[in-house]
Nanobody, 121 residues
């Protein structure tokens, strides 16, 4: 079994910062891409940022220059540093990872439980 556990959501004022983390655990053989998605009320889930095993990153246009994704491969953990937060960043943020497990060696996508980020004064 593989689990993703997210930490770091909360309430922050506009212009503030938050740092999310997501740790993968369990029967992990290897991890390819790790990323963050978000879903606001009444909207579809959207990609925020992704970092591949080689370190290449991609960001949604709406967060470029404000958010930074990084990963610690030794700890199977991905981070999302969010600066200059805006009310429109309010959403539930989900971690996603493409993981091969030891038993099957098949790659599958796994999701965290989600963490609420609210940007409001």
């Amino acid at each position: 079994q593989v689990q993703l556990v997210e930490l770091g959501g909360g309430l922050v004022q506009p212009g503030g910062s938050l740092r999310l983390s997501c740790a993968a655990s369990g029967s992990i053989f290897s991890i390819n891409g790790m990323g963050w998605y978000r879903q606001a009320p009444g909207k579809q889930r959207e990609l925020v940022a992704i970092v591949r095993s080689g370190g290449n990153t991609n960001y949604a246009d709406s967060v470029k220059g404000r958010f930074t994704i990084s990963r610690d491969n030794a700890k199977d953990t991905v981070f999302l540093q969010m600066n200059s937060l805006k009310p429109e960043d309010t959403a539930v943020y989900y971690c996603n990872a493409a993981i091969r497990d030891w038993q099957t060696k098949n790659e599958a996508g796994y999701w965290g439980q989600g963490t609420q980020v609210t940007v409001s004064s």
